[in-house]
């Protein structure tokens, strides 16, 4: 997700150089890169688990902790799954609509739904999937896109209201179900 950033991506804008070079300033993007290495950065747009699977398939099918990574089978991106207070985020305003945007690096249009964490969730802990309300507060299939595959500036797009009432730091969790 390009807006509200996702944690890969928000630590690839945090860490780009004028050279290409990709050296994050943010605490928890230097712990994720220390722990996993720099290709999610380089690869930002790849994390999931991607294992054939177009189900929409949710609680269980990652495992607990590794909801972040996507216990990607590809590479390495726990370090996105570590338990870090400075994780840069996205502000946002409970009951606002937002234009989500889910970069198109290559053309996987589907069904798109976002989840958020429950009220009272402990940011101390791993993310598991009893932390997330259990309803997608949106769902989307075949949404809109701009721009060509393989940019930066090309996304697919939708409205969505955010879940009102939520107050505090919040974890917005997407379910990418390819067809």
Known sequence: MLIPGSRTFLC??????????IVPH???????????GPT??????????????????????????KLCSGDSNYFDFSGFD??????????????????IQYNKWAAHPGTFSLY?????????????????ESTPFSTVTLPASVGNPGSI????????TLP???????IIYSVWARS
């Open 116 to 132: 958020i964490t429950k009220d009272g969730w402990d940011q101390t802990q791993p993310l598991t999937w009893a932390d997330l």
């Open 153 to 160: 500036s090309s996304y697919y797009y939708w409205n969505a």
């Open 164 to 170: 009102a009432g939520k107050t505090g730091r919040h």
């Open 40 to 65: 999610p950065l380089y690869n930002w747009f790849a994390v999931g688990n991607r294992s054939g699977t177009t189900s929409g398939e949710t609680s269980g099918f990652i495992p607990d902790g």
């Open 12 to 21: 690839y804008e945090d860490g780009i150089t004028s050279t290409g070079q």
């Open 82 to 99: 570590q338990v870090n207070a400075n994780w840069p985020v996205t502000h946002l305003t409970a009951g606002s609509t937002v234009q």
């Open 26 to 36: 943010n605490p928890a993007c230097a712990a994720a890169i220390a722990n996993s």
